[in-house]
């Protein structure tokens, strides 16, 4: 079945809305008090209960040989815990758009990696936007004006942890595969393999979050970033059939752009002149990185 183009670009934006506005939902749901691993938890959860629910209805099994449970450890461990762990402990200090700004150096940090196993090369253009995706960061955290205050500056490396496992993830994926699983499978495997990992952390950390109530803008921010992740990951799992992977990973400015956009609206966060000029940084940077249609790729 053929789709037209501006079908394919609603999905797209449709997409690039619903990732973009889980950074504003994370600032929303540790701005009372809950902290990571009880959050990750019920993400887990959460993605559990409706990727589940999606095999079921397509009749698909979820392996569960070792090969597969190892798989899918490493996958929770690198693709939610460790990196999530990062961005809500960020989240509590940083401005959402920040965040949103920082989560688009995953290309940029995939490319190393990449040439580093073999998978892809350097070439001029690419190298160009690896530099200009440090200066955005430099300029984030170098001028005194740039942040709300100064002293947030600090807590940018500890954002950048998570850009740079998803990196390390997709780049694992890339050399060695998914052992003949879906995309679905996946997530759903990790997640299941995620539930039996922080319930115990959350439970013996103090960070448990009640599901009973009473519910608060955190617990309905929880809820809604965990629905938009799934969603948006169903929908890039679709459209790179659909589309191929060069249009999908287009995403990357949308999620950025939408990110900035939902922390203004929902926020009512403000940006100094620093910061904008990272962001324009940031997308160049990106552009130049990201592969282009019909680009030569290394033998594997």
């Known amino acids: 079945m053929s789709h037209s183009r501006g079908s394919l670009l609603a999905i797209l934006m449709a997409m690039g809305a619903a990732w973009g506005i889980t950074q504003p939902l994370s600032k929303i749901a540790v701005s009372e008090g809950y902290r990571d691993i009880g959050i990750i938890f019920w993400q887990f959860a959460i993605g559990v209960g409706l990727l589940g629910t999606l095999l079921l209805i397509r009749r698909k099994p979820l392996p569960m040989r070792p090969l597969h449970l190892r798989f899918y450890l490493l996958i929770a461990l690198i693709g939610t815990i460790l990196p999530n762990w990062a961005s809500y402990t960020a989240a509590v200090h940083l401005p959402s758009g920040i965040l949103s700004i920082v989560i688009a150096t995953v290309p940029m940090m995939s490319l190393p990696i990449a040439v580093g196993?073999?998978?892809?090369?350097?070439?001029?253009?690419?190298?160009?936007?690896?530099?200009?995706?440090?200066?955005?960061?430099?300029?984030?955290?170098?001028?005194?004006?740039?942040?709300?205050?100064?002293?947030?500056?600090?807590?940018?490396?500890?954002?950048?942890?998570?850009?740079?496992?998803?990196?390390?993830?997709?780049?694992?994926?890339?050399?060695?595969?998914?052992?003949?699983?879906?995309?679905?499978?996946?997530?759903?495997?990790?997640?299941?393999?995620?539930?039996?990992?922080?319930?115990?952390?959350?439970?013996?950390?103090?960070?448990?979050?009640?599901?009973?109530?009473?519910?608060?803008?955190?617990?309905?921010?929880?809820?809604?970033?965990?629905?938009?992740?799934?969603?948006?990951?169903?929908?890039?799992?679709?459209?790179?059939?659909?589309?191929?992977?060069?249009?999908?990973?287009?995403?990357?400015?949308?999620?950025?752009?939408?990110?900035?956009?939902?922390?203004?609206?929902?926020?009512?966060?403000?940006?100094?002149?620093w910061v904008w000029a990272a962001l324009a940084l940031m997308m160049v940077g990106l552009f130049l990185v990201t592969p282009r249609p019909g680009a030569a790729q290394p033998e594997q």
């Open 117 to 273: 196993l073999g998978m892809d090369r350097f070439t001029a253009a690419r190298i160009a936007g690896l530099t200009l995706g440090l200066i955005a960061i430099v300029l984030i955290a170098a001028p005194d004006s740039s942040l709300p205050e100064a002293g947030m500056a600090i807590w940018l490396p500890i954002a950048l942890i998570a850009p740079f496992l998803y990196a390390c993830e997709g780049n694992i994926v890339g050399k060695w595969g998914t052992y003949g699983l879906d995309a679905m499978q996946v997530l759903c495997g990790a997640s299941l393999i995620g539930v039996a990992i922080s319930l115990p952390l959350a439970l013996l950390t103090g960070e448990w979050i009640n599901p009973l109530g009473p519910w608060g803008a955190p617990d309905w921010a929880i809820l809604g970033s965990s629905i938009a992740h799934v969603s948006a990951y169903v929908a890039y799992v679709w459209l790179v059939g659909a589309a191929g992977a060069v249009f999908t990973a287009q995403v990357g400015y949308l999620v950025t752009g939408f990110g900035i956009l939902w922390a203004k609206l929902i926020l009512g966060e403000s940006y100094s002149p």
